[in-house]
């Protein structure tokens, strides 16, 4: 039986206008150890999130690569102003970096916890 989800790390994406947007503070997550991961997006914490469609991708590196790949390992959630989404990732790549993809609205705020289980 495994064990409870554990909170890997949380990054915040701040006044995002455009496509392929970094957070404050851009976050390397390391896979190694989950089995499986869940990423949760939270757009009810920041009241400047004013986006109607905005998507978060994760970005992965292929095992023995030195540069990150240009297309999602996964495109995981697409939200609007005022909800909170979770999606699971399995089989995790071994290490991601997520990205904000600002659709439609004037600009994204948005807060993202990944949780890990291995």
């Known amino acids: 039986m495994k064990g409870h989800f554990q909170l890997i790390g949380t990054v915040h994406f701040v006044n995002v206008t455009g496509l392929n947007a ?3 503070t851009d976050t390397i997550f390391d896979c190694g150890r989950w089995d499986e991961i869940i990423i949760q997006v939270d757009a009810l914490e920041d009241t400047n999130h004013l986006a109607t469609d905005c998507d978060i991708n994760v970005i992965s590196k292929p095992p023995g ?15 609007a102003d005022n909800e909170v989404r979770s999606e699971a990732v399995v089989p ?27």
Do not use: Q
Request: glycine fraction near 6%; proline fraction near 11%; include cysteine.
């Open 65 to 79: 690569a030195t540069n990150w790949d240009t297309t999602p390992y996964a495109e995981i959630l697409t939200i």
């Open 92 to 118: 995790p790549p071994p290490e991601f970096k997520l990205r904000c993809d600002m659709n439609t609205g004037t600009r994204a705020d948005i807060y993202v916890r990944v949780f890990g289980r291995g």
């Open 22 to 24: 970094a957070p404050s």
